[in-house]
């Protein structure tokens, strides 16, 4: 069973920074692409960002130029770097791995953005 866990949320003021991780119990080289994805309080979840395993990346439009998706494959771990934050990406935030047409979900990270 692949397993997903995420770390580096919190409580941070408006305009600050945070970088989450999630490492993977195995290679991320497996999947097809790592992304994160939110989900805001009585709202729906939205991908946020995505990195393919040929390196590409796609984000949401509210945090393109703000927000970066990284990985090292060598520790199995993929970064959001988070800058320029805001009220409304206060969030739990869900690593998530595409294995073929099977989803694989971490179990969240709350990100809090105070104003």
């Known amino acids: 069973q692949v397993q997903l866990a995420e770390s580096g949320g919190g409580l941070v003021q408006a305009g600050g920074s945070l970088r989450l991780s999630c490492v993977a119990s195995?290679?991320?080289?497996?999947?097809?692409?790592m992304g994160w994805h939110r989900q805001e309080s009585g709202k729906q979840r939205e991908l946020v960002a995505r990195?393919?395993?040929?390196?590409?990346?796609n984000y949401a439009a509210s945090v393109k130029g703000r927000f970066t998706i990284s990985r090292d494959n060598a520790k199995d771990t993929v970064y959001l770097q988070m800058s320029s934050l805001r009220p409304e990406d206060t969030a739990v935030y869900y690593c998530?791995?595409?294995?073929?047409?099977?989803?694989?979900w971490g179990q969240g990270t709350q990100v809090t953005v105070s104003s």
């Open positions: 195995e290679s991320i080289l497996r999947f097809d692409a």
């Open positions: 998530t791995a595409e294995a073929g047409l099977k989803d694989i």
């Open positions: 990195i393919t395993r040929g390196g590409s990346t």
